[in-house]
């Protein structure tokens, strides 16, 4: 049982290029989020799909777009990096958003813009 | 706004001591208070949780508590080991949404030294 998976686990970029960050869960969970952590800064909300079919914003969604592809597939996709986006990518799941269920985390993206 | 504080941000104990991690938050309406474990360059990892409807829960060495008065919770660790060593979040999910949004405190990292 792999949990959460996310790909690629290290990228760097230049300024200005565009990339994709995959994240595919197969515990049947209905909900996933995108998550970015900085040094003092915790983990915080990109984006997030409480059900297949829905995407929102969270605490910090300037420059990222989201596609919840299918229930098991959520992407993040920075559309013209910069070198604030540098930061350490986590892609998280829960059984449903509905009630109060833990969130599981894929291992992480790291990614750096020059 | 919603917001999760975390406090102290370091804390150095000795081994066979105990830890205490407090967090406080600002919505009143949050029932949901996970706690995360990450290692250095790995995931963060759930390791207690509580709910609004109770006080406390134990886990072996962990115990949790919650004061929704005062609208704080505690993460305390008994007896703690070097492999407790780590970066330890606290979470705050926002019950006045059916997003399962968490909102994450800035993170304490523990240190045990043998």
């Known amino acids: 049982n792999a949990g959460v998976t996310q790909t690629p686990k290290f990228q760097v970029l230049k300024t200005g290029q565009s990339m994709t960050l995959q994240c595919a869960q197969d515990?049947?969970?209905?909900?996933m989020y995108w998550y970015r952590q900085d040094p003092g800064m915790g983990l915080r909300l990109i984006y997030y799909?409480?059900?297949?079919?829905?995407?929102d914003k969270g605490e910090v969604p300037n420059g990222y777009n989201v596609s919840r592809l299918n229930k098991r597939e959520f992407s993040l996709r920075l559309e013209s990096a910069a070198p604030s986006q540098t930061s350490v990518y986590f892609c998280?799941?829960?059984?449903?958003?509905?009630?109060?269920?833990?969130?599981?985390f894929g291992d992480g993206t790291r990614l750096s813009i020059l | 706004g919603e917001n999760v504080e975390q406090h102290p941000s370091t804390l150095s104990v000795q081994e066979g001591d105990s830890a205490v991690i407090k967090c406080t938050y600002s919505d009143s309406a949050s029932n949901y208070f996970p706690w995360y474990k990450q290692e250095l360059g790995k995931r963060p990892q759930l390791i207690i949780d509580i709910r609004s409807n109770v006080g406390e829960k134990k886990d072996q060495r962990i115990a949790v508590t919650l004061n929704k008065t005062a609208k704080h919770f505690s993460l305390h660790i008994t007896e703690t080991q070097p492999e407790d060593s780590a970066v330890y979040f606290c979470?705050?999910?926002?019950?006045?949404?059916?997003?399962?949004?968490?909102?994450f405190g800035q993170g304490t990292t523990l240190q045990v030294k043998p």
């Open positions: 799909s409480a059900s297949e079919g829905t995407t």
């Open positions: 515990m049947n969970h209905n909900s």
């Open positions: 998280a799941s829960c059984l449903t958003a509905y009630s109060n269920q833990p969130q599981h």
């Open positions: 979470a705050a999910r926002y019950g006045s949404s059916n997003t399962g949004k968490l909102i």
